[in-house]
């Protein structure tokens, strides 16, 4: 189950033609699919596109009313590769994933899909994860599109924009008989907004009865001579098509501007347009409705660049700007090949004037649009916004207000209670002994332990390929032996075979560990096939121990309870001991996800409680009078509970360990004081509600034992101090 | 063609600086914290004021307790046609530097992170800021103090806000047995920069339908803390609740009540076996006092009151050399280093009436619930034979028989029910082996250690006064337990052999100042040996 429920939203899905939806783009984007008449939809999670997959999880009820099918497939690759029912049928498909990184994955279905064409409009909708919360490498999915001649879709930042592009894009692929890519920046994922919906329409054909009458034709199957065949239509007749469907449907759009202006222009990615709009607004040309006094030619199709209309605005223009995020410059490079080819002698600017590279937020194309028109045209900017100031001018946004080292940066971590913590205090604890070693991480939460307090991991070449990254220094015979990480989801998604597989197939020696915690966590708590749950519309409990052994793993241990900090420690330590060249070992860590254990624990708590029955709520402390302050606890978990707080001790100043109120018990801190023989001030405490009977009179009679049995003691105290401490006490 | 918009009609201009422009709100919270919900809210109540709403995040993996900002734009209705524009306002969804009307921030370091990113500026933004801390990873695994200072980030805050609402949103919510977003949006609607009714905001929280009392209080709570300021124009109008209050302030402040009834009849401040000895500080100068007779106590409740007196006698000591601030550094360092945690200690500590109350006061414990303590202890060898008798001891400390019952029984760690007859037995037990103590191998180890120390800084006192009080802050240093104590211990010793070589030069304090940071720079070792190698 996902972590974010979005069983209310999905109501929304049901409305008709002339409601208006206030929803997330995500949402919107799941409605334009139903009301364009989707077939099949596939996809795989991944931040900012994870919630789309959930809300069609949680849509079964209407997608089974529509006929539609859905999966959440194994890897984008999977995905990508259902689009293949659209290539014969005229089925409407779309699939959606996190890109860069799943559109590499997906690529080499998707390079077959492109070259034979698809008959059904095929929809690839992208989470371009670039800028500021991301979590991946900083590249751009439009070179995919370039390569593979798959248009590009960019909507600009604005719900019934990108309602209206989704609608668009199976057009589009249907006139071109070419998959499309729907680009939505991470901003535009998250966006809220309105839009006027439109009856959802079933499917005009099924997949049930598409599948019940197979079609081929073996023109379209990516072989020779069929794949020479395939390259020349691209050009001769899918490319053409698509650009007369986006001339005839006005896909892009052109502000023309006041006419002292026309000498100037700027071109912009659609989903940059409100980020340039703004900038203008502050540089007193436009407006709040986009009444620009400069020329603007907004390309919601990034690809292909449709040339007749680059020339028709570049015409008469002494100067214009593209502007376009990331790099390489794509689309600034494509603009001067149509300019050039045509003779044309208007100058055309872009990353010379903006930045090379990184997001182009309001500050950077405020920046580079005040350049450019500074430049042209002076006595058109009208205003210039405080963000143009130079650090140095005390009324300038960016003056020193407060001291850098004051601010520390806080990057993401390991959650309260996170099962995965102790594998890394583990492992590291493990190393004091052994000293270091080689870690090759993955894609997951745990790759948040190459952070304070854990230092641990080295490289992350992927989902899932944690194991592979790890191949060529898993060579029998090192001293130390490499250790590789991987979650359930990368284990799923292409570990199993290219780390698990590989290693057995190579003999190699590495000691690779699986966190397996019943989710595919990280992208926000989905199912995958090791999870617990019963699910009905999935199958899951399959061991990922059972997997790796059915592959040839012969040295495997599953350990079903992580906090046991010792245990996983003197698993590591066994398997680091193990005699050399005895082939890989697999390590698999299984404790729940403890974000997606606590919703259910909570509830199941509080229904107990309400029917009267016994609970048990455990917490940690640390004694402030035992803590020292030396933080060593800290240094081995990082739990955001485990936190440092105000020394009461008059003679010591140095702050001491304590222990939140969001602590969930999960008992790190105490068996971690035991595992790295810490301090004795952690103590758990277990307050039971409704405790029985029994247990009322064996408390009553242990607290009259403790009052008699530390009675010396206290009299001892009352003689040392003086009375008022007590009573303050 | 590609579709084609009508030309301006109206000269744009500068309509952004003529006020046509959305109300921009910027939330940087910690995943998890609630910044997206107190968005949504903010959404809810300007959509049903009829405002374009849209808010963006950048979720991610910054959801994972990572700093993330929320971004919202609030255009007022448009009436009527626009002509020759997009018929709806078109929203950023960055924040632009500058240009924020209203920052909220929940924790005073995203408060600080607002400013530096030029969030929060004097000339416009409505600054809300939750006072309380949250430390970051750096601040926490510091060995010693690594906590920001707090009064920076509130300077910051005061500079760079048109008006500033600081106050500590988190206990408010706690109060009220809700979160922080529900206090901050009542921050919010008090602040009054968002043209909605007090009304529409709870109406919102009655519609997200969860915890909708606790959360209404806290954001009654939330909007008292914000209602704008009697209208004496200052420059900035600051709202600062009970400005924090920071430890060291609280301790000066008991620091100067107890110096004045040590002035006076200091054995009200000690127990009545200690009340001859603290009648005895009345020699001593006045700064020192209310530290002794802290020492005093602290060595008596140890030991007994022979321990406390030799305690004593080794301030007077030091007081000889007539240095005020030196004897208080030295009578604090001494009576912790005299009172060393040994097993017997924590075990009295553990099984004190007040810390069983405590525990249960800090879980919330009701009287109808039970609780159970459990300790997590895990006593090594080394500490077992350093608390028995020096020949028994050394004998146990010698077999390997004794070693390996011990170990047998505590590798693991023991988990002891401090509220079961027989694990309170235990404890109390131990604590009560307080007069076999000093006859114990540790205790003499611990006393020529402090002798040697004193010795030290007397004899340096004489020509360095300023290096005798590094000397004697070099007691910090020593910290924890097992592994941790000793690893401090080395550094301890590094540091007090650094002190005598570094005698005579001219900046020895500083520098011995230096290398005790560098020894609480990291676990190992590696800042202090680089630093005493760098001499």
Redesign the interface.
């Known amino acids: 189950m996902a972590e974010r429920s979005f069983a209310a939203e999905v109501a929304k899905l049901r409305l008709g033609a002339g409601e208006t939806l206030?929803v997330e783009g995500i949402l919107a984007v799941t409605k334009a699919l139903l009301q364009s008449g989707v077939a099949y939809v596939g996809g795989y999670q991944g931040?900012?596109i994870s919630h789309l997959m959930d809300v069609l999880g949680d849509a079964s009820e209407i997608l089974d009313e529509l006929d539609i099918r859905f999966e959440n497939s194994a890897s984008e690759a999977t995905a990508a590769a259902m689009l293949a029912a659209s290539v014969h049928q005229p089925l409407r498909g779309a699939i959606t994933f996190k890109s860069p990184v799943g559109t590499n994955v997906a690529s080499d279905a998707l390079a077959n899909l492109a070259s034979g064409g698809v008959t059904g409009g095929a929809l690839v909708i992208l989470g371009e994860?670039y800028?500021?919360?991301?979590?991946i490498m900083q590249e751009r999915s439009h070179a995919f599109a370039m390569k593979s001649q798959m248009w590009l879709l960019d909507p600009r930042?604005?719900i019934?924009a990108i309602v209206d592009a989704v609608e668009a894009g199976f057009e589009l692929s249907e006139a071109s008989n070419t998959p499309v890519f729907l680009e939505l920046r991470?901003?535009?994922c998250?966006?809220?907004?309105?839009f006027v919906a439109k009856d959802n329409v079933r499917p005009p054909m099924t997949v049930r009865e598409a599948a019940d009458a197979p079609r081929r034709a073996v023109d379209r199957i990516v072989l020779p001579p069929a794949s020479f065949a395939h390259e020349k239509e691209k050009l001769a007749d899918r490319w053409p098509a698509a650009v007369r469907f986006i001339?005839?449907r006005?896909?892009?759009?052109?502000?023309?501007?006041?006419?002292e202006a026309t000498d100037v222009g700027i071109l912009v990615q659609g989903g940059l347009?409100?980020?340039m709009?703004?900038a203008l607004?502050?540089l007193?040309?436009?407006?709040?409705?986009?009444?620009?006094?400069i020329p603007v030619?907004?390309m919601n199709v990034t690809y292909p660049v449709?040339d007749a209309?680059v020339l028709d605005?570049c015409a008469d223009k002494k100067a214009v700007i593209m502007v376009e995020e990331g790099q390489p410059d794509y689309i600034e490079q494509n603009l001067h090949a149509i300019l050039r080819r045509a003779g044309s002698i208007t100058t055309l600017h872009g990353k010379d004037l903006l930045a090379p590279g990184g997001e182009y937020?309001?500050?950077v194309v405020?920046r580079g649009l005040a350049d450019f028109l500074t430049t042209y045209v002076p006595d058109l900017v009208?205003?210039r916004?405080?963000?143009l100031r130079d650090a140095d001018d005390p009324?300038?946004?960016?003056a020193p207000?407060?001291?850098?080292?004051?601010?520390?940066?806080?990057?993401?971590?390991?959650?309260t209670g996170c099962p995965e913590r102790p594998i890394f205090s583990g492992l590291k604890l493990a190393e004091r002994e052994t000293g270091q070693h080689h870690v090759s991480a993955d894609i997951g939460?745990h790759l948040?332990a190459i952070?304070?307090?854990f230092d641990l991991g080295a490289t992350t070449m992927g989902y899932g390929l944690g194991a592979a990254g790890a191949a060529a220094l898993s060579a029998p015979g090192s001293e130390q032996r490499a250790i590789s990480i991987m979650g359930d989801g990368g284990f799923w998604h292409n570990g199993l075979t290219s780390g698990v597989g590989n290693a057995v197939f190579n003999r190699s020696d590495q000691v690779m560990v699986v966190v397996d915690n019943d989710y595919a966590a990280?992208t926000g708590g989905q199912d995958v096939l090791s999870s617990h749950a019963d699910t009905e519309r999935r199958s899951t409990q399959h061991p990922i121990e059972k997997a790796a052994r059915g592959l040839g793993v012969t040295n495997a241990t599953t350990i079903d309870h992580t906090y046991d900090v010792?245990r996983v420690k003197d698993t590591f330590l066994r398997a680091f001991r193990r005699k050399k060249g005895s082939g890989p070992e697999l390590l698999v860590m299984q404790s729940e996800c403890q974000l997606n254990r606590q919703r259910r624990v909570r509830k199941e708590r509080s229904d107990k409680l309400k029917r009267g029955e016994r609970v048990v709520?455990e917490?940690f402390?640390v004694?402030p009078?035992?803590c020292?302050?030396?933080?060593?606890c800290?240094?081995i978990s990082?739990c955001?509970s485990?936190?440092?707080t105000?020394?009461p001790d008059?003679?010591?100043?140095?702050?001491i360990a304590t222990v939140l109120?969001s602590c969930v018990g999960c008992g790190v801190?105490?068996?971690n004081?035991?595992?790295a023989?810490?301090?004795?001030s952690?103590?758990?405490?277990?307050?039971?509600?409704n405790?029985t009977r029994g247990?009322?009179l064996r408390?009553a009679?242990?607290s009259r034992?403790?009052?008699l049995?530390?009675r010396?003691?206290?009299r001892?105290?009352?003689?040392?101090?003086?009375?008022?401490?007590?009573e303050a006490? | 063609?590609?579709?084609?918009?009508?030309?301006?009609?109206?000269?744009?201009?500068?309509?952004?600086?003529a006020g046509?422009?959305?109300i921009t709100v910027a939330v940087l919270a910690?995943?998890?914290e609630g910044g997206g919900v107190l968005a949504?809210w903010i959404?809810a109540v300007a959509?049903g004021a009829g405002h374009?709403?849209?808010?963006?995040?950048?979720?991610?993996?910054?959801?994972?307790?990572?700093?993330?900002?929320y971004y919202v734009e609030l255009?007022p209705p448009?009436p009527g046609d626009?002509a020759?524009?997009?018929?709806?306002?078109?929203?950023?969804?960055?924040?632009?530097?500058?240009?924020v009307d209203l920052v909220v921030a929940s924790e005073l370091?995203?408060c600080?992170?607002a400013?530096?990113r030029?969030?929060a500026?004097p000339?416009r933004t409505t600054l809300i800021t939750s006072t309380n801390r949250?430390?970051?990873?750096?601040?926490?695994?510091?060995?010693?103090?690594g906590?920001?200072?707090t009064s920076?980030?509130l300077d910051?805050a005061g500079?760079?806000a048109k008006r500033l609402v600081a106050e500590d949103f988190a206990a408010i919510a706690g109060r009220h047995g809700s979160v922080i977003s529900a206090s901050l949006l009542g921050a919010v609607a008090g602040s009054g920069v968002l043209p909605f009714a007090r009304s529409a905001y709870e109406d919102a929280i009655r519609a997200a339908g969860k915890g909708v009392e606790p959360s209404l209080a806290a954001f009654s709570g939330g909007f008292d803390a914000a209602a704008p300021p009697r209208p004496t124009s200052v420059p900035v109008d600051i709202t600062i609740g009970p400005r924090p209050v920071s430890?060291?302030e609280?301790?000066d402040r008991?620091?100067a009540r107890r110096t004045e009834i040590a002035a006076t009849d200091p054995a009200?401040?000690?127990?009545?076996?200690?009340a001859g000895l603290a009648v005895g500080t009345l020699e001593l100068p006045r700064a020192v006092r209310s530290?002794v007779l802290?020492?005093l106590?602290?060595t008596?409740?140890y030991q007994d009151v022979d321990y406390?007196r030799r305690y004593l006698d080794r301030v007077v000591r030091i007081a000889s050399c007539g240095d005020d601030e030196l004897t208080v550094a030295v009578a604090?360092q001494l009576?912790?280093w005299m009172c060393y945690?040994d097993t017997i200690h924590?075990a009295?500590?553990?099984?004190?009436?007040?810390?069983?109350?405590?525990?249960?006061t800090?879980?919330?414990?009701t009287r109808?619930?039970?609780?159970?303590?459990?300790?997590?202890?895990?006593p090594?060898v080394d500490e077992i034979t350093d608390t028995l008798p020096v020949r028994l001891g050394a004998a146990l400390r010698r077999s390997r028989l004794f070693a390996r019952v011990v170990g047998r029984v505590t590798k693991?760690?023991m988990?002891l029910d401090?509220?079961?007859?027989r694990g309170?037995?235990m404890l109390?037990t131990m604590?009560?082996m307080?007069p076999l103590r000093p006859r114990s191998l540790r205790f003499a180890r611990e006393q020529e250690a402090i002798g040697a120390w004193l010795d030290l800084i007397v004899e340096i006192a004489a020509d360095d006064p300023d290096l005798a009080r590094e000397v004697a802050e070099c007691q910090?240093v020593l910290?924890?337990?097992?592994?941790?104590w000793e690893h401090?211990m080395e550094s301890y010793t590094a540091l007090v052999s650094a002190a005598r070589s570094l005698r005579g030069r001219p900046s020895a304090a500083a520098t011995l100042a230096d290398l005790r940071a560098a020894a609480l720079a990291d676990?190992d070792g590696t800042a202090l040996k680089g630093a005493l190698a760098g001499l």
Not at chain 1, 395 to 398: E, G, Y
């Open positions: 206030h931040a900012p994860d800028g500021e919360g991301s979590s930042p604005n019934t991470l901003r535009s998250h966006l809220h907004g309105g001339r005839e006005g896909l892009n759009e052109v502000f023309p501007g006041s006419p347009y409100n980020t709009n703004r607004e502050l007193g040309c436009s407006d709040s409705h986009g009444r620009s006094r030619y907004v449709v209309e605005f937020t309001t500050q405020t009208a205003a916004p405080a963000l009324t300038s946004p960016f207000r407060v001291a850098a080292d004051v601010v520390r940066p806080r990057p993401p971590g390991l959650c939460c948040f952070n304070a307090p990280a010792q709520r917490r402390g004694d009078e035992t020292t302050g030396d933080h060593a800290v240094r990082g955001p485990l936190t440092i105000d020394n008059p003679l010591r100043s140095d702050p109120d801190c105490g068996n004081a035991h595992a023989v810490l301090c004795p952690f103590y758990r405490t277990d307050v039971v509600d405790p247990e009322r408390g009679f242990r034992w403790i009052a049995a530390g010396a003691l206290e001892h105290a009352a003689r040392m101090e003086p009375v008022t401490e007590k006490a | 063609m590609p579709t084609l918009m009508p030309a301006p009609t109206t000269a744009a201009g500068a309509s952004w600086y046509q422009r959305p910690m995943g998890g949504d959404v959509e374009h709403a849209q808010t963006t995040s950048v979720a991610g993996v910054a959801q994972r307790t990572g700093a993330t900002v255009h448009v626009v020759g524009g997009r018929p709806e306002p078109v929203l950023s969804v960055f924040p632009a530097p500058g240009e370091m995203e600080g992170r400013v530096q030029g969030f500026t000339d949250v430390y970051s990873i750096d601040e926490k695994s510091h060995l010693g103090d906590r920001v200072d920076a980030l910051a500079k760079a430890p060291q609280r301790k008991e620091e009200s401040l000690v127990g009545p076996d200690l530290t802290h020492g106590v602290r008596g409740l406390a604090r009576a912790l945690q924590v009295l500590q553990k099984c004190r009436a007040r810390r069983m109350e405590r525990v249960r800090e879980a919330k414990a109808a619930q039970l609780s159970r303590v459990h300790e997590y202890l895990h090594q693991d760690g988990v401090t509220t079961s007859v309170y037995a109390a604590a009560r307080r910090r910290k924890g337990y097992g592994a941790t401090g676990e």
